[in-house]
């Protein structure tokens, strides 16, 4: 395995490898890396001829007021895990070769970025698609990984991806969960014990949802309704959305036909947690 640090060195490197018909698979991360993670890199080792890992905790996807400062970074287990699955290139680049002095440029993907996780973590989306944007265009690659965990995060980017014309195929892969439902997460290390107790809600509100519609509702509001009340029966718990939504516009859906997504934020104590499922009918 590479690791690469400097801009130009990757993109150099992928450069080559294009020249030489060898396919990038490649997997975008702030590192941390767990089962999620290893999920996205196996497809991708599966799937192309090399396979490139990102990590980079990008600054401008943090509000001021989030966990820019304390997030792990883990980075010599991060080295071996990717080593251990015989990734290629670890692309690691330092704050300063992303974001060089007088950078001025963002990408902007319109009204998707407002909505949901938009509404409460002001130019989150704007971070996300301007670092996934400049990452494509420094690794090049044929496909891109991303986890169906960050749901809203998939929309926007095969937005981008499409508005913009990379070209990029965007593989959006099943969320990996603990035993107990709970999508995993770097960031479910925060959790208290009793918070990851409460954080099971999450998914057992979206296992209720699915039994509903199997059998048979179809009325959103039910649905929602429902998965409210389970969440509230946890204390710590504070419901920031939950709605069931287009999952290509994300606009509210009132009666649902199938292929929807159920999409939730949640607050276990100080921690933001998301999930989702797509309606499968
Ligand atoms: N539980 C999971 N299952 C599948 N993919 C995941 C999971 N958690 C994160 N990912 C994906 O990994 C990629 C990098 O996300 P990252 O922010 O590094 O991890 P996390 O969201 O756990 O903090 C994203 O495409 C994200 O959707
Ligand atoms: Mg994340």
């Known amino acids: ?102 950078f001025r440029s963002h990408v902007e993907v319109e009204e998707l970025s407002d909505m949901l996780c938009g509404a409460r973590r002001g130019g989150h989306f704007r971070g996300v698609a301007t670092v996934v944007a400049k ?3 420094i690794v090049q690659p044929d496909r891109a990984y991303f986890g169906q965990k960050d749901f809203q995060q998939t929309v926007i980017l095969r ?5 913009l014309n990379f070209p990029v195929t965007i593989r959006v892969l099943p969320t990996v969960r603990e035993k107990h439902g709970l999508a995993m997460s770097s ?25 509903m519609i199997k059998a048979g509702e179809r009325h959103s509001g039910a649905i929602t309704r429902r998965m409210r009340q389970i969440l509230c029966s946890r204390k710590l718990m504070n419901v920031e959305y939950l ?25 276990a104590g100080k921690t933001r947690l998301i999930d989702n499922m797509l309606i499968a009918i």
């Open 1 to 102: 395995m590479r690791i690469i640090r400097g801009v130009v060195e990757m993109q150099k490197c992928c450069l080559a490898l294009k020249r030489r018909k060898i396919s990038i698979g490649f997997v975008p991360t702030m590192g941390a890396l767990h089962e999620g993670h290893l999920s996205l890199i196996r497809s991708a080792k599966k799937e192309n001829d090399s396979t490139c890992v990102s990590i980079f905790v990008n600054p401008a996807q943090f509000g001021p007021a989030e966990d820019f400062k304390r997030y792990p970074r883990p980075i010599l287990n991060d080295c071996a895990v990717c080593k251990k699955e015989k990734v290629d290139f670890l692309f690691f680049p330092a704050r300063e070769q992303m974001y060089a002095k007088g």
């Open 243 to 267: 709605a069931i939504v287009n999952p290509v516009t994300l606009a509210p859906v009132k009666r649902i036909a199938g292929g929807e997504a159920i999409v939730l934020a949640a607050r």
């Open 159 to 163: 937005r981008m991806t499409a508005d």
């Open 187 to 211: 960031r479910n290390a925060y959790l208290s014990e009793q918070e990851r107790e409460d954080a099971l809600f999450l998914s057992a509100s979206l296992r209720e949802a699915a039994a």
């Open 135 to 137: 990452l494509f265009n």
